[in-house]
T-cell receptor
Framework: ETGVTQTPRHLVMGMTNKKSLKCEQH?????MYWYKQSAKKPLELMFV???????ENNSVPSRFSPECPNSSHLFLHLHTLQPEDSALYLC?????????????FGPGTRLTVT | SQQGEEDPQALSIQEGENATMNCSYK?????LQWYRQNSGRGLVHLIL?????REKHSGRLRVTLDTSKKSSSLLITASRAADTASYFC???????????FGKGNQVVVIP
């Protein structure tokens, strides 16, 4: 596989629940990303971390809260989500944020909000 | 918008045929990348072509880049059933370093 793992692979949660998505990369990369993939829409970049520092937040609602405790781990904390938040959430990493580097993606977490 | 727009959006071909898909974008880029995604899975990087390059090959894949037309093409030669997937182009914007993805191009290879 790609060296980027995500758990859980599937998650069903109610609108009042709190849950967290986890991403781990074993590639020694310095940059990590959260993307949202909805049907028939381009991949949406949510957050970018570089060396554990959040460097980009693309107008994501506060009900999504990222955390990067170290360069190998990335979390996405979820609370009071809406049904339109149902999507595939993809984590990715790259050698660095700056420069022409490809991104390595995890398998994704399929989130359903009921 | 800046993200790449793939064309055609859906393609169905017989095994052994070549598959060609195109990507157009609107502003200056550092590089353009192609990714593949099998159903419900993560994206897999295929090829990165820099703005000063015109063509790259990787196995059965050939990518071209025409910065004057702001377009790229991905050619898969001698397609296989395992090539069935969605293909995305992504542009790394000049001065920005973020990747902007298109909506993807669904390719079905019929055995």
């Amino acid at each position: 596989e790609t060296g980027v793992t995500q758990t859980p692979r599937h998650l069903v949660m109610g609108m009042t629940n709190k849950k967290s998505l986890k991403c781990e990369q074993h590639l020694g990369h310095n940059a990590m990303y959260w993307y949202k993939q909805s049907a028939k829409k381009p991949l949406e970049l949510m957050f970018v971390y570089s060396l554990e520092e959040r460097v980009e937040n693309n107008s994501v609602p506060s009900r999504f809260s990222p955390e990067c405790p170290n360069s190998s781990h990335l979390f996405l904390h979820l609370h009071t989500l809406q049904p339109e938040d149902s999507a595939l959430y993809l984590c990715a990493s790259s050698q660095d944020r700056v420069g022409s580097y490809e991104q390595y993606f995890g398998p994704g977490t399929r989130l359903t909000v009921t | 918008s800046q993200q790449g727009e793939e064309d055609p959006q859906a393609l169905s071909i017989q095994e052994g045929e070549n598959a060609t898909m195109n990507c157009s974008y609107k502003t200056s880029i550092n590089n353009l990348q192609w990714y593949r995604q099998n159903s419900g899975r993560g994206l897999v990087h295929l090829i990165l072509i820099r703005s000063n390059e015109r063509e790259k090959h990787s196995g059965r894949l050939r990518v071209t880049l025409d910065t004057s037309k702001k377009s790229s093409s991905l050619l898969i030669t001698a397609s296989r059933a395992a090539d069935t997937a969605s293909y995305f182009c992504a542009t790394e914007l000049y001065g920005n370093n973020r990747l902007a993805f298109g909506k993807g191009n669904q390719v079905v290879v019929i055995p």
